[in-house]
């Protein structure tokens, strides 16, 4: 069974500094999908980033990049110069397509928040 | 295009009565899927559809709850009776292989209180 664990249930950071994220899933598949969400307070699920697994190139959008490490099955979430509109439960997610048909396993987050 | 919609966004009803979710996935989104999101268990997925078809039912918590999907452009989630621990936000969300890349669009999400 495929599982997704984020071992921070919180973290903390200073306005306009770098903070990491970490994640880390169990598969037994070549070919997946992985993705950082993040939920604010409105409870929307806002898609922040993906990740093919076969590019080794990590994803890059503007203030956030990962750190894909495929054989360590490890995909971590930079985000840098971080802004007070970053704080929110951030969700990193596993997807596998099986016969056809896809899958979406969730971590169970780590809630951000970033001081002024 | 715009996004997954669903309805109602906020409802509150009393224990026993019947609860009907709605959704109308991304169009030419060919699989659909609804997520439960509370304190104690985090995000479940509930049940997914593709090409209309159920496939993975196995989230679906017990016979109170349904989902059905009649066309490629509506689905519903319903509970019936509800009851107290069924109180929770409710995704719905939706992709295709060919058209988002996989990548899975959400809905703003339905929040159910049943009192």
């Known amino acids: 069974a495929q599982t997704v664990t984020q071992s921070q249930p919180e973290m903390s950071v200073q306005e306009a500094e770098t903070v990491t994220l970490s994640c880390t899933y169990d598969?037994?598949?070549?070919?997946?999908?992985l993705f950082w969400y993040k939920q604010p307070p409105s409870r929307q699920m806002i898609l922040v980033i993906r990740?093919?697994?076969?590019?080794?190139q990590n994803a890059t959008e503007n203030r956030f990049s990962v750190n894909f490490q495929k054989a360590a099955k490890s995909f971590s979430l930079k985000i840098s110069d971080s802004q007070l509109g970053d704080a929110a439960m951030y969700f990193c997610?596993?997807?596998?397509?099986?016969?056809?048909?896809?899958?979406?396993?969730f971590g169970k987050g780590t809630k951000l928040t970033v001081n002024p | 295009d715009a996004g997954v919609i669903q309805s109602p966004r906020h409802e509150v009803t009393e224990m026993g009565q019947e609860v009907t979710l709605r959704c109308k996935p991304i169009s030419g989104h060919n699989s659909l899927f609804w997520y439960r999101q509370t304190m104690m268990r985090g995000l479940e997925l509930l049940i997914y559809f593709n090409n209309n078809v159920p496939i993975d039912d196995s989230g679906m918590p017990e016979d109170r709850f349904s989902a059905k999907m009649p066309n490629a452009s509506f689905s519903t989630l319903k509970i019936q009776p509800s009851e107290p621990r069924d109180s929770a936000v409710y995704f719905c969300?939706?992709?295709?292989?060919?058209?988002?890349?996989?990548?899975?669009?959400f809905g703003e999400g339905s929040w159910l209180t049943v009192v």
């Open positions: 598969t037994s598949e070549s070919d997946y999908y």
């Open positions: 990740q093919e697994a076969y590019k080794q």
């Open positions: 969300a939706s992709s295709s292989a060919r058209r988002s890349g996989n990548t899975i669009y």
């Open positions: 997610a596993y997807l596998v397509e099986e016969g056809g048909s896809e899958k979406l396993v």
